[in-house]
């Protein structure tokens, strides 16, 4: 079993769904991240999380530290949308393990 | 800008040969990662400074990957005699490692390329 697992693998959605993105995970932490990979490669920090819920626009991440599972939902989705989103977590110290990812592809 | 910066952008180098990949953290920042992503796979962690406290390199694939950094600011992560296998993207982040606070949010890089024939 990984220790960072994400689902969907792939999501492809309309323009204006609401999506939901899951990460589970087995290993001890103080934080979870959720970063965002372009299509391009480059990649941006989303949230940094530890517990209870984060809002930035239409983004929104909760996590369940008894269970480990964080979620990452997108409200109005929108094509600009559409990269490789992952959920890491430190295995121990600052020595992170990375989830699989998930491809989100948003369509007009 | 004032993001983090990686050069060069891409690396095609034979095998065999060493390569050096810089980071340029974002001033101030403390803690420095790299990464590595291979063709269709996810980030995988290699090493990670935080000021002038002995550097994690629990994630180094063998001994001929190293890195260091000098004066707490840029990084160097070197590659020895490399390989196929070692083609890869190369990402470097940088964060506060602001004390106390746990695990800091990370700033990424634009990434090295690294193509070896």
């Known amino acids: 079993k990984n220790e960072v697992e994400q689902s969907p693998q792939n999501l492809t959605a309309q323009e204006g769904e609401f999506i939901t993105i899951n990460c589970s995970y087995s290993v001890g932490i103080s934080a979870l991240h959720w970063l965002q990979q372009h299509p391009g490669g480059g990649i941006v920090s989303l949230f940094m999380?530890?517990?209870g819920k984060k809002k930035h626009g239409r983004l929104i991440a909760t996590i369940n530290i008894q269970e480990k599972h964080s979620s990452l939902h997108i409200t109005a989705s929108h094509p600009r949308d559409s990269a490789v989103y992952i959920c890491?977590?430190?295995?121990?110290?600052?020595?992170?393990?990375f989830g699989p990812g998930t491809r989100l592809s948003v369509l007009p | 800008g004032a993001g983090v910066s990686q050069s060069p952008s891409n690396k095609v180098t034979e095998k065999g040969k060493d390569v050096e990949l810089r980071c340029d953290p974002i001033s101030g920042h403390t803690a420095l990662y790299w990464y590595r992503q291979s063709l269709g796979q996810g980030l995988e962690f290699l090493i990670y400074f935080q000021g002038n406290s002995a550097p994690d390199k629990s994630g180094l694939p063998s001994d001929r990957f190293s890195a260091e950094r000098t004066g707490g600011s840029v990084s160097t992560l070197t590659i020895q005699r490399t390989q196929q296998e070692d083609s890869a993207v190369y990402l470097c982040?940088?964060?506060?490692?602001?004390?106390?606070?746990?695990?800091?949010?990370?700033?990424f890089g634009p990434g090295t390329r690294l193509t070896v024939l």
């Open positions: 890491a977590v430190p295995r121990y110290g600052q020595n992170f393990v």
């Open positions: 999380l530890s517990s």
């Open positions: 982040a940088s964060s506060p490692g602001l004390a106390g606070v746990g695990v800091n949010e990370q700033f």
